[in-house]
């Protein structure tokens, strides 16, 4: 299986996706701070395992715009991971938030 995670440029809403707002929940983060710390954790796994590892597949957020504006390189994601990387970001999240 595997799990989605929003990858979004700043200056732009944050979609939601299902990590988010479980993170929201349980560590009562705002949706910017919980975002910021999936994608901080997951900086960290991709620094160790590698890129072409972590990432099974990005697409996307929003494709209809790459109709009108192909050669736009400030496009939000939709980053797909396996949900052992998803499990080991909820790891270092409750690590991290555990102590607060």
Known sequence: MSTEIYNQN????????E????T???????RQDAHDAIHAMLS???EIDGEETVILDRTPG???L????SQDVD????????????????EALAAVYAEQ
């Open 66 to 69: 790459l109709t009108s504006n």
């Open 19 to 22: 990590l988010l707002d479980e």
């Open 24 to 30: 929201r929940e349980t560590y009562g983060l705002s």
């Open 62 to 64: 929003r494709p209809e």
């Open 10 to 17: 700043y200056g732009r809403s944050i979609s939601s996706y």
């Open 75 to 90: 496009i939000d994601q939709w980053i797909t991971v396996s949900d052992e990387t998803a499990d080991a970001i909820r």
């Open 44 to 46: 960290g796994i991709i």
